[in-house]
């Protein structure tokens, strides 16, 4: 069943048309990856799914209801999570108190959400640093940290932003360990990523936009091998390649 | 002992030194100056609940203190209606008002929020000073309104000695003290928290967060208007340059910020500081400089923003701490190094 349905969505700033009549449907259980070059309208996107602002034009569709114009809390109360490119943890308090704001939306109870904070920590390998400051995290953890919070929520759907833009290699691989163990645990995620290496060994299926269209989707490798991927990546004079 | 023992044993303390202080504080004088700094602790902690948590910096709470404490004399005066009751209504008033302030400001960012709740209580201070008359209610202008003495007892709210009213304020600080703790331990604690520090970010973990700062903002302003009765009827006459002022407003901001907003303790430290600060200044240069205690306040409130920006309640906090862990290490006999790491 398809969780996630984007039909003919456009995003207008002014005169900038940021994303294009982009359609995309995401299967429940899938990793599916959104790639494009720097200001291609990726973030965008993102933020009209996740309802920070309503698409100019087009239909979203998730989990049968048509969330076009929702406002993120509600969206997110529907099992619709997200992180941010650029994180956003709450620096003056400790990591574990961050988690628990997430959890605090599936109860009401502060001993519950608690350990329900806790759980997500140890599902993450993060418990261990559960009493530092958010501020005080390296930006792996940050990273991390980010994460944690939207799964606290206990999404259906997950959207990341580049959560391993920053990281090293030995962390990319990390992360990738932990997004797979989601999938299987039947978290259906939507990932922006610019590491390709990351984004190939993990989505099931890829969508490629440029100047805020699609271009090219497939697999892994069919994405790898489409001539309109390379060019937008590499410029005109690869393309034969 | 541990831990959890010695803080008990310190909150026993300081409340049995808070109970018992009347019985040792004679001079009227100096009651008055403690039920003061009761009086600006108590709303500085309502203050807290939406400047603190919230993170936001509203600057017109002396409106709420006024529609309480007008409420409540207005109604006594033409109505016959006891304080008590006026009180609530004050709050609900208040409440009301509150929520309307909130309602197109909380959209605002930063200082926008400050200066619209600045405009808002000088427009209430503006009218209630220019007119005899809202309606039926006589509000007498900038004369004020005294309230004439009544038979004393807790029935009319009012009292021949100071020791009433201390305990008055002094029971509705620790009410609101011990509700701002069960807040931030609660849903909406963490909610405020989240929204103050990081709108987007809240939002996106289900947080709708221009609501928990209505609700904050509802509660903050009902709970400064009790406190406007109170005044009312400790002082006997209200009007608008004693309770609606400006000044007023600041120096719940100032004590905020000074003692660390958003900490439970903060108001008290704050209001501990700078009270005294404030009435020996009024003392001493009340002729030559009036308006020196704000002054003194700005220079204070520079130091501390620049050298312990969470306020006083951080370094003291700490201190506080590392005391107890050596007091656990004495007792424990596992040595001072010891008792410190621990904590």
Known sequence: MALLVVKDMTKQFGGLRAVDSLNLQIEEGQIFGLIGPNGAGKSTAFN??????????????????????????????????????IVKPFGSKSVLYNVTVGSFATT????????????????????????????????????????????????????????MAGLRPNEVDEMVEILKNLRNRGI????????????????????????????????????ANNEKVIKAYLGEDYAVA | ???????????????????????VVRSATYLHIVVLLYFYAYLTTSWNLVGGFAGVLPLGHAAFVGIGAYTSTILSLQYGISPWLGMLVGGVIATIVGVLIGLPTFKMRGAYFALATIAFAEGIRVIVENVDYIGPLKVNGPRGLQIPP???????????????????ILVMLL??????????????????????????????LGINVARAKLIAMAMSSFLTALAGTFYAQFSLYIHPKSIISLD????????????????????????????????????????????????????????????????????????????????????????????????
């Not at chain 2, 959890?4 to 019985?23: E, M, T, Y």
């Not at chain 2, 003290?177 to 709108?199: D, M, Q, V």
């Open chain 1, 48 to 85: 009209c799914i996740a309802g920070l602002f309503p698409p100019t034009a087009g239909e979203i569709t998730f989990d049968g209801k048509n969330i076009n114009g929702s406002k993120p809390w509600d969206l997110c109360k529907q099992g619709l999570a997200r992180t941010f490119q």
């Open chain 1, 108 to 163: 009401n109870s502060r001993s519950e959400a608690e350990a329900k904070a806790l759980k997500v920590l140890e599902y993450l390998n993060f418990a261990d640093k559960k009493d530092i400051l958010a501020a005080n995290l390296t930006i792996a953890d940050r990273k991390r940290l980010e994460i944690a919070k939207a799964l606290a929520t206990e999404p259906k759907l997950l959207l990341l932003d580049e959560v």
């Open chain 1, 188 to 223: 259906t995620i939507f990932v922006i990523e610019h590491i390709m290496r990351a984004i190939m060994a993990l989505s099931d299926r890829i969508v490629v936009i440029q100047f805020g269209k699609k271009i090219a989707e497939g697999t892994p490798d069919e994405i």
């Open chain 2, 1 to 23: 002992m541990n831990e959890k023992q010695i803080n008990r044993l310190a909150g026993i303390g300081l409340l049995v030194i808070a109970f018992g202080l009347p019985l």
């Open chain 2, 150 to 168: 009544l038979e004393t007892g807790l029935v009319n709210y009012m009292f021949a000695s100071k020791e009433p009213y201390y305990y008055i």
């Open chain 2, 175 to 204: 009410l609101v003290l011990f509700l701002t703790w069960f807040i931030s331990r609660s849903k909406l604690g963490y909610y405020l928290n989240a929204g103050g520090e990081e709108p987007e970010a809240a939002m996106a």
């Open chain 2, 248 to 343: 007023l407003s600041f120096e719940i901001a100032f004590i905020a910020l000074i003692g660390g907003r958003g900490s439970i303790a903060g108001p008290i430290l704050g209001a501990l500081l700078l009270r005294p600060v404030g009435d020996f200044s009024r003392i001493y240069f009340g002729d030559t400089l009036p308006g020196m205690h704000l002054i003194i306040f700005g220079l204070v409130l520079i130091l501390v923003m620049h050298y312990q920006p969470r306020g006083l309640q951080e370094p003291l906090t700490r201190l506080y701490k590392s005391l107890v862990a050596r007091l656990i290490g004495k007792t424990t006999g596992g040595g001072q190094e010891h008792g410190i790491a621990r904590s």
